[in-house]
């Protein structure tokens, strides 16, 4: 199921940043006096952009609840409380809604004259659809200073999709700008010249934003050597190099050619080579980051490992494990109680806790293996399979990785 939804994962993030650049550049790029046929065509591509991406919404949700049944196809009952009973589920809910409001707005600019203002609404209406997908990123489990972890996430999904996703949308102009307007080239010197100021800013951000988002969820050099997500995020962080270096040999080189160019000379295919290798650098870049969304931070790494460990009995696994002294902090499970039987894959869980000195959350573990973290008093554990199945909830430090000698467990039964 890894492969499955990381691609899924992955195409989603290049639809937003397509609908993103798209409406980058018909809102604020277009020079004043551009073919009028331009923006239209440009905002038809939006409006197809937002039908795939409703569609594509749905084939997001099915890969969940295949991903809910261990493989399996999803009945029905599944899919609603997937949406009914998740933050993730209310989440999709929500972006699906509000594309519909947008695929609507789009249609009443293409109805009317599809001024250049009705286009700018549209373009910073669609933020907070871009935005949102940090509300079910990794971002929204971190526990200190969630609002400002949220927000630089969101921040630096934005400003990739912006730079990633309007860089196809030039290439594709400048191939098909022999059909779109008679003489392209001054305008779309105009088009890649204002493109550079963006991509210059962008780069920027998303250096600080990724470096604070790194030092989040990474919080040393051997875990980013040593674990997947590491790995992954430094795969990442090697083809946005190349991008950035690409970039900066386009803003030296083919912005100039462009912005010299007389209004006959057709694009050079030197130019349009170098366009279109920094255009699918950026939509590899969306795919990786498909891919880290979906793995467990490194910071939680030792967890993991902790958890593959456990194969062996429950009571052998913490053997294995090493606590810090409690100082105080306690867990108790209030529901379910020992031995309660469920019929479904959702297991509701709430505890008491008691933080002590250094108790900070708490984390929850099927079987030694770790399912779940809880900054509350209650929260929802999916895809549980069928079986008997020993629940432990157990204290953690700040860090995410001290795990106190603190905790609590029931035996259940899931059928």
Request: charged fraction near 15%; proline fraction near 4%.
């Amino acid at each position: 199921m890894f492969a499955a939804e990381a691609v899924v994962t992955g195409l989603g993030f290049i639809l937003s940043a397509l609908l993103l650049g798209t409406l980058l550049i018909a809102a604020f790029l277009l020079p004043a006096g551009e073919p009028a046929s331009v923006r239209k065509v440009l905002t038809r591509t939006v409006l197809n952009l937002l039908v795939l991406f409703i569609a594509f919404g749905f084939l997001v949700l099915w890969v969940q609840g295949m991903k809910l049944q261990g493989g399996n196809f999803p009945p029905a009952e599944i899919m609603l409380r997937y949406i009914a009973r998740t933050q993730s589920g209310k989440v999709w809910l929500a972006r699906e809604a509000y594309a519909g409001f947008l695929l609507l707005w789009t249609l009443a600019v293409m109805l009317g004259r599809g001024e250049r203002r009705a286009v700018q609404a549209l373009f910073v209406l669609s933020l907070p659809l871009v935005a949102s997908r940090s509300l079910i990123s990794h971002a929204i489990a971190v526990q200190e200073q969630t609002a400002l972890v949220v927000t630089s996430d969101a921040v630096h999904l934005v400003v990739t999709a912006l730079w990633a996703g309007a860089l196809p949308v030039i290439f594709w102009v400048l191939v098909q700008c022999p059909r779109l307007a008679s003489q392209p080239l001054p305008w779309v010197a105009v088009v890649v010249g204002r493109f550079s100021r963006v991509a210059l800013a962008s780069v920027a951000v998303l250096v600080l934003t990724g470096f604070y988002q790194s030092w989040i969820h990474v919080q040393s050099f051997s875990a980013l050597l040593s674990t997947i997500y590491g790995r992954v995020l430094t795969l990442k962080l090697c083809l946005f190099f190349a991008m950035a270096v690409l970039g900066a040999w386009n803003f030296l080189c083919t912005r100039p050619e462009l912005m010299s160019a007389t209004a006959l000379e057709p694009v050079r295919t030197k130019a349009l080579r170098r366009i279109g290798a920094e255009s699918l650098l950026g939509l590899l870049v969306l795919c990786v980051t498909g891919a880290l969304t979906i793995l467990p931070p490194a910071a939680h790494s030792a967890h993991q490992r902790a958890g593959q460990a456990a194969s062996a009995p429950v009571q052998e696994a913490q053997g294995a494990r090493k606590f810090a002294p409690a100082d105080g902090a306690s867990v108790m499970i209030l529901s379910p109680k020992n031995g309660q039987l469920f019929k479904g894959d959702q297991i509701p869980v709430t505890f008491r806790l008691t933080k002590g000195k250094r108790g900070q959350h708490v984390h929850a573990y099927i079987d030694g293996e770790l399912v779940g973290m809880f900054q509350g008093a209650e929260g929802i554990l999916t895809g549980i399979q069928g079986g008997k199945h020993v629940l432990e909830a157990r204290v953690v430090a700040e860090d995410h990785q001290t795990e106190l000698d603190a905790a609590d467990r029931v035996e259940i039964v899931v059928k």
